[in-house]
């Protein structure tokens, strides 16, 4: 191409998909160069070279979204098609920074404004979208190359509006340097693995020893001001587009924290209550903007909490159920092309994946050799150590790397975040032969090659897992609700999916006593299916949940219960039973939790025994007192227990209330002869009445 350095790289472009529209934006681009000559030349020109028209017949014949970068920024695309792409890719990570040039001639350039920097941001995000565009569709950079380029104008940008900000800041008088906040880049920007038209999910920190605060409300006030006004900044669509969406999410305990955290608090969170799923977001977390000293001194310091040495049964389990496919080696969902999500579904991108951060975090912290926090990187690692055959290691690189490029080229086509393939025939031709594709049978034979091998590892490498459950997906990890999950909810019966769901997460999240230790959480994640089949089993499933949760919540701790249930999986399904059919017995268990202790002892389903023998049981029981405080202990513990009881043979219809009722009275009667009786053959109590 004569005094051209775009040249095309390996493989042929794309066919378009609308030849009408690909021949009607030939002519778009001649006259979009406008009355500039030395520009329309170019564009005449490059619209006429054979390498240069099967370009833009690519773009304008498959993709409305560059088709309108191109014609808006024709300087720009002459720029990267005679300099080649690397130099202008890197004047725009340069420039990102830089002040706009002033908004009308001859006006004095004191710094631009908020909405000039913005606007600054969302015309060179377009320029990068369209060069990497190029630089993927001709085949000139890997797909290594085009995540890492997306990557770092990601980080670019987002270092520039927070430097942005914290000048503003320190301007307005509230900072006396901008030392302190940080953003930890998550998921696929902490990889470098960012994709095309992609959320970012972040971390925004500050460390108040390492502020010089000098506003008049709080620290966290201002940080968490000032993480706001960052995501309004990228996020909020304008006339020029918008930077990124972003998701801050993935910070710890996201319900209920604000949107800027203190170090001190995130470690503690991690420290105490940090959960599996977490664990492996936190593979990928790196600092991208703000103070790298003190996002690299909150990784050093959580580390131990991402790779831990020693890992039992339950945390494995816990590790397994982060993305319950229940039994999908056993084909209980299907691969298919229309329709399929191919980042989600079954053999998608999420599958390659977590196949490699499991793996990850069961043996990462004995081996630090495979601490990367790339996939493929990961994927090799696992081969090198020795825990992965190498074909295994190649299919799976293979389809991640198909499986990323589809993914772009889905996205690329609107600007829209989408991994769902069309479900129309239409739809799939065009993003066949935006692929390369003659056919769109020759297409899907290739993807569901892919994700078929993929479900095969990924199933060969649960297949002596602990089994969760049958009924179908269960996901209660990360901070939304996993669709699937809901469709199995329902299908158990309960209507409220949604709440059942996140009163889960809230569990795993450690906002209850009972669920705050490691091992409450592990035991809990064993018995979630278990449980909710049970209370599914009730006439009110949603009832019996919303008691369970009331219940679950008086707990003083839970490690001693679960492991009870989870010993004792009859005892469960009483609890269950209680909660759906009960109301007044279910909060009288609330309040008496360890009646359920009682539910083991010998004879607890037998009728109830006569009357003389409650009496000589209670006898017998408070003998052991040493002193008239135990008595009564003991005889209220007795009375709770006999009181559960009881309930229990009236809801199950083996005792009358009727019965029951008298035999309660001359319980009450004997009970307080014999605390009567025990008063002055003990020593009273010199300890406070517990």
Sequence with gaps: MHGFSLVQGEGPLPQPHNRERADAGLEDFVRAAGADAELRGFAQEFASHGDGRALLRAIFGNSPFLSLCILKDMGFVRDFVSQGLDKPFEALLAGLDGPPPPSAPGQKETGPSRKEFAAHLRRAKARAALLIAVADLAGLWSLTQVTAALSRFAEGAIGAAVEFLLAQAQARGDLGHRGGYVILAMGKLGARELNYSSDVDLIALFDPERIDYRGKKTVQDLFVRLTQDLVQLLQERTEDGYVFRMDLRLRPDAGATPVA?????????????????????????????????????????????????????????????????????????????????????????????????????????????????????????????????????????????????????????????????????????????????????????????HMNRVREHYGNLFEDSPTLGSQGNLVFTGTEDDPATLETLTGMGFREAKTVAGAMRRWHHGRYRATRSDRARQLLTALAPHLLKALSATANPDAAFTKFDEFLGNLPAGVQLFSLFHSNPGLLDLVAEIMGTAPRLAEYLSRNSSSLDSVLSEGFFDPMPPKDDLAHGLSVAIGDARDFQDVLDIARRWNRERVFQAGVRVLRGSAGAGSIGGLDRSRRNRHRKLVASRRGGVRRATRPAR
């Design 261 to 449: 955290l203190s170090t001190v608090a995130a470690e503690t969170y991690y420290e105490s209550v940090g959960q599996n799923w977490e664990r492996a977001a936190m593979i990928k977390a790196r600092q991208v903007a703000g103070d790298a000293a003190v996002g690299n001194d909150f990784l050093r310091h959580i580390a131990p909490f991402i790779w831990r040495k020693h890992l039992d049964f339950a945390a494995i389990a816990d590790i397994h159920s982060i993305k319950r496919q229940i039994d999908v080696h056993r084909g209980y969902r299907t691969v298919s092309a229309p329709g399929h999500n191919i980042k989600l579904g079954p053999g998608g991108i999420r599958e390659i994946e977590f196949f490699a951060q499991t793996q990850q975090l069961i043996a990462g912290g004995r081996d630090p050799s495979l601490r990367d926090p790339t996939t493929c990187g990961a994927i090799s690692a696992l081969r090198a150590s020795g825990r992965l055959e190498q074909s295994v290691a190649d299919e799976l690189i293979a389809a991640y790397t198909y499986l990323r490029r589809l993914e772009h080229r889905l996205q690329m086509i609107a600007d829209e975040q989408t991994q769902t393939l069309p479900q129309s025939d239409e739809g799939m031709k065009h993003v066949a032969t935006f692929m390369g594709y003659e056919s769109v049978d020759l297409f899907a034979e290739e993807l569901l090659g």
